[in-house]
């Protein structure tokens, strides 16, 4: 609860709470009213931000295929979107919404109509103003399947968009009470004209503009003077991003100062980093989860005897124990966690069971190696998780080969592209998000390949329904059918843990790495 606490206050006296929201979430901790008005005294007293310097982050996922276009935005590209792009709205640090450039939200009573009211005066970077029609280009550039959006999957509900003045109408096929959080998306970056023009110019609405581009190498900005809320973000003078793909290359910067924070730490470093008086490990639980992956439609993964064969051969629990080393929990096949609001209880937790998925091997036919490929980049430890998974599948008979995958290129040449692969997802806000991006069978990142017509159904109820408790069944019963039917292997759920330097002021914790990605942008140096 300590840490907890720490973030709260770290959130007032940066101005990302107010005052009465940190009372309210501190006693719902359990801290006397007497003690947390102790609290808001001192974080108001607390940090102030501090303009000025460089702050760099060494983050794991670069590679030479990146690329400015928000529309193809992976890993790495996602936290560099952060610094120079503006969204509609964006997450809070407790999974609410907090509004960007759409200042109101409103919506018909069926959840099929929505409007977005644009704040005025929001400048680009080419010192054109943003405008509703700006707000339906973008969308109806990722909306349009020959984007190749990484969103295109969340906006398929898209009937119509329109600008109305000031306001964007968005209509829909069917009711959708979750579209606002989908304006979250990472890839939404509201460009000119919606970027059909130039969507790799690097232009945007956020606190940097972009000044270095050097994909697999790093990435950079400077303070965007015009910034229409320079008051709460944008602080460094500059800020950069170090693509560092390897673990201990990655520490060893934080460590000698090239870098101030970095992401995805593995466990087994956890306590070296500890133990430097300069430097702080924050570790938060989430959504996040780690994955094997397996091609629906591939040999020899179309046949579900093979796919339940190799969940069934997983040991989740040693897992967690030696690749996270505690700071997680077992997975059960499908995406979703008690982080979700409507997290389905009472589904069966899948164990390992050699006995079991020996039997369901041989039902499938198959004989010979199965080749698993992975790479550190996918998730920190996917290597030696992998290696486990080949000593625990051996146990059932069931021979899995191991091919340890170079980390530049392993996004755009083995992830969704090879049947059997080691990935990670660090979830979304609501399960129709992670649902509509992941397992809808027309999604773009589909990445198991995964169609079923009856949980493609569900999914169109769940965003319909406005009842929490029946949207939460459609929900239990359309897990059921991903951890039973579906390609994705979920051993465990991970913690988000970041590293960072003392000199960095204003950082709270959020349910993903480095503050949703918006550390660089939200945090300053103090020296």
Known sequence: MSQELDNLSRGLAAGRLSRREFLGRATALGVSAAFANSLLAGASMAQTPKKGGILKAGIVGGAATDNLDPAKFI????????????????LTSDGGLEPRIAEEIG??????VWTFKIRQDVEFHNGKTVTAEDVVATLERHSNKKSQSGALGILAGIDSLKADGRDVVITLK????????????????????????????????????????????RHGGERFANFWQSDKMGFADQVEIVVIND??????????????????????VIDLIKRAPNLKVEALPGPGHYVFNMFCDTPPFDNND?????????????????????YGTVGNDFPINAAYPLFPEGIEQRAFDPDKAKFHYQKSGHSGS??????????????????LFQQSAAKAGIAVEVKREPGDGYWS???????????????????GWMYSTTYRSTAPWNDTHFTNERFDKLLSEALGELDQDKRKNLYREMA????????????????????ISDQVGGYVGRVDSLMNGYALTQCWLEA
């Open 480 to 499: 059921i059918i991903v951890r039973d039917e579906g390609g994705t292997i979920v051993p465990m759920f991970n913690q988000f843990i970041d590293a």
């Open 413 to 431: 040449e083995v992830w969704n592209k090879q049947p059997f692969c080691a990935s990670n997802w660090r979830g979304r806000a609501t399960q």
């Open 370 to 387: 199965i080749l698993l490929r992975a790479s550190d980049v996918a998730f920190a430890g996917a290597v030696d998780a992998a290696q």
């Open 247 to 268: 673990t201990t290359a990655r520490v060893s910067a934080l460590q000698g100062g090239q870098v101030h924070m970095i992401n995805k730490v593995e466990t087994k």
């Open 306 to 326: 093979l796919r339940m064969a190799l969940k069934l051969a997983v040991d989740r629990e040693e897992m967690v124990d030696k690749i996270l080393r505690g």
């Open 75 to 90: 890993e790495l590209m996602s936290y560099f979107g952060k610094c120079w792009g503006e969204y509609l709205v964006a």
């Open 107 to 112: 919506s018909s009573k069926d959840a099929k």
């Open 174 to 217: 069917e009711p959708n009470a979750e579209l606002p959080y989908l304006m979250a998306d990472y890839h939404l970056v509201i460009q000119p004209n919606g970027g059909k023009d130039n969507p790799a110019e690097g232009i945007s609405a956020g606190p940097y503009k972009v000044t270095v581009n050097q994909p697999g190498v």
